[in-house]
């Protein structure tokens, strides 16, 4: 692997360009990734400032060979007044007033509505063993370059209606991953057998570069009668481990790693952490036992490593994987039935990745408690499980990190039903009075009036990042979040509508209403897409839906200028990996390392690592 050391540049001009947490950390190659959307007789085109980009690059663009641009731009975006939805775009970067040749990149062919259709292909439904029919729906998403080609591709799971909350008994459908590029080719379909159970917490799709040769691979739990991207069978195809009640609490279990490109296995070995005796999770049916999650880190501060987990009720393991030189191998499980008892029960539906004592290396915020990026315990907040969790600079008037998460059970939470916690020590810096289950909560970035991000949960009012109470009321929209329009505070994505807060009216408006395009949300109540991130154009979010009917999936992306100059997200190493983990359990917004919201101010240079 070739690496390039770049820059990221510190751009003054009154624009933002924070310092990527990245230093030297291996990233994607990425292209310009370069979009233009017709709209009201114009055409908006935004591309990408990349992280390996020099500080003074500048971009012309062009229109059918013709520059629009009288002086070299700064922001990475443009509207042409005259535009056309048959008009070709051509970016050049531009450095020292040289365009640099041979390093121009055509957007994607024009979009005539805000919104890129890839359509699916949908697998066929079937009949469980006690005569239940179901069919498939489309479910959670992951993206990366599985081709090495710099444009990303989506890695996204087929759901049967019958799918399970592991507290519910029954049979369910197989689960299907299926790759597709943006153009709408399918590369590969997985199918994970029988003796995966289908449902939220049992399968997560960890989609990345692990290896570092410039082209993502796939890991995932796998089982006997799995079929890879080519057909080939993983152990016995005959074997059923299936109970009566449709749980799978017997036979050997996998992790296996999937060619991105092909969907081929390339290596498989036994799955840690192990399910041993399925009573020593909690309880004996199995329930506890099969609470899955996954994300990635940088455990060694470079390249990244697979973090799979088991259990966060009661006993919780995690474990730390490697694939580099065509090899899968264990880094370390952390389980605290051995060690670090304190994380015992402190586990929520998805666990973060991020620095958070600044050491240069990731650690796993798993939920109320963090585990060190060497796989020993570095504190419990004791405040135990809950349902949502946020990790990132949310207040830039403190060093390092803060964590928001809200919490399930009063008689441990102790009056903090929502709590604010600094990352690197855990402790408490306020919290939000509960006597009930808090089954939801966000924070981010929604009033200028306040410096920093506002939190808000199911119970209780609005806060600002100092614990002061805004309002005694909250805002009625806690699932997700996307950064959209043109300013550096964060909108609300909920269902299907993307939405912006309005102090005054102490209510969202809609920016953007999916249901104009027949889209549907996945998870029930709630209520998430099937992946946000920062996939195309400039740095604002886009977010891919699936529509109603399971025949396409929607990926909108805005169409709202922005005089701010971003690297592209994902090229900050703590965003990326929050976004690969998207995926698991109940899915979560990702959050930048550092702080990006109303007065944020550029900072220092960092570099990025890129593999060729």
């Not at 007789?41 to 060979?65: C, H, K, M, Q």
């Not at 390249?303 to 006993?315: D, E, L, V, W």
């Not at 950064?483 to 509508?497: N, T, Y």
Request: net charge negative.
């Amino acid at each position: 692997m070739n690496r390039t050391f770049a820059p990221i540049a510190l751009l003054a001009l009154a624009l933002t360009q924070p310092a990527f947490a990245a230093q030297g950390r291996q990233l994607e190659k990425l292209d310009r990734g370069a979009v233009a959307i017709a709209t009201g007789g114009t055409v908006f085109i935004s591309w990408r400032v990349l992280g390996t980009d020099d500080p003074a690059t500048r971009f012309n663009i062009y229109r059918d060979e013709v520059k629009l641009n009288a002086e070299p731009l700064v922001a990475s975006n443009f509207t042409d007044t005259a535009g056309t939805s048959g008009a070709r775009y051509l970016i050049r970067p531009v450095v020292e007033g040289k365009e640099k040749k041979g390093q121009e990149e055509y957007a994607l062919a024009t979009w005539s509505e805000p919104v890129l259709r890839i359509p699916l292909q949908q697998p066929e439904g079937g009949v469980t063993p006690t005569g239940v029919a179901y069919t498939y729906e489309m479910n959670d998403g992951a993206t990366a370059d599985l081709d090495g080609d710099g444009k990303y591709e989506l890695v996204v799971k087929w759901q049967p209606t019958n799918a399970k909350d592991n507290s519910q008994s029954g049979h369910t459908g197989n689960t299907y991953l299926d790759a597709y590029r943006l153009d709408g080719k399918r590369l590969w379909r997985i199918d994970l057998g029988r003796n995966i159970r289908a449902g939220a917490h049992y399968t997560t799709m960890v989609v990345y570069d692990l290896d570092g040769n410039g082209k993502a691979e796939v890991m995932v739990k796998t089982a006997d009668g799995t079929v890879d991207g080519r057909g080939t069978v993983i152990g016995d195809p005959a074997a059923d481990y299936r109970n009566s009640a449709g749980y799978v609490l017997a036979g050997p279990e996998f992790l296996t790693v999937f060619d991105g490109r092909t969907g081929k296995a390339l290596a498989t070995t036994d799955y840690l952490p192990a399910r041993g005796t399925v009573g020593s999770w909690g309880d004996n049916y199995g329930n506890r036992v099969d609470r899955f999650l996954g994300g990635v880190a940088y455990l060694d501060g470079k390249r990244p490593s697979a973090i799979f987990s088991r259990g966060y009720y009661t006993r919780a393991v995690i474990a730390a994987w490697d694939y580099r030189d065509g090899q899968l191998t264990s880094r370390w499980v952390f389980d605290t039935d051995h060690e670090g008892a304190e994380a015992r029960g402190q586990g929520a539906h998805w666990f973060s990745v991020a620095d958070v004592n600044e050491d240069g290396k990731d650690d796993i915020v798993y939920g109320a408690a963090t585990i060190g990026s060497d796989g020993h315990l570095m504190y419990s907040t004791g405040l135990c499980h809950g349902d949502a969790l946020h990790v990132g600079k949310l207040d830039p008037a403190r060093t390092g990190q803060q964590i928001y998460m809200v919490h399930e059970s009063p008689s441990c939470y102790k009056g903090n039903g929502a709590s604010f916690h600094d990352a690197a020590t855990g402790a408490l810096l306020w919290g939000a009075p509960a006597t009930v289950d808090v089954g939801r909560g966000v924070c981010y970035d929604i009033d200028p009036a306040y410096p920093g991000a506002e939190c808000w949960a199911s119970r209780g009012g609005l806060f600002n990042v100092s614990g002061q109470q805004i309002s005694t009321n909250r805002p009625g929209s806690m699932n997700f979040a996307s950064w959209w329009d043109g300013d550096l505070l964060r909108e609300s994505l909920d269902g299907v509508a993307i939405a912006k807060w309005n102090p005054a009216a102490f209510a969202f408006e809609n920016l953007l209403d999916g249901a104009a395009y027949n889209a549907a949300s996945n998870n029930g109540t709630k209520a998430t897409p099937v992946l946000s991130a920062d996939i195309l154009g400039d740095w604002r979010e886009e977010v891919v839906w699936r529509t109603a009917d399971n025949t396409e999936l929607l990926v909108f992306s805005t169409t709202i200028p922005t005089a701010h100059r971003i690297p592209t997200l994902m090229h900050d190493a703590q965003y990326r990996v929050q976004v690969a983990g998207q995926n698991a359990g109940y899915n979560q917004p990702p959050h930048t390392s550092f702080y990006l919201g109303e007065g944020a101010a550029p900072a220092a240079a960092a570099t990025v690592e890129v593999a060729r």
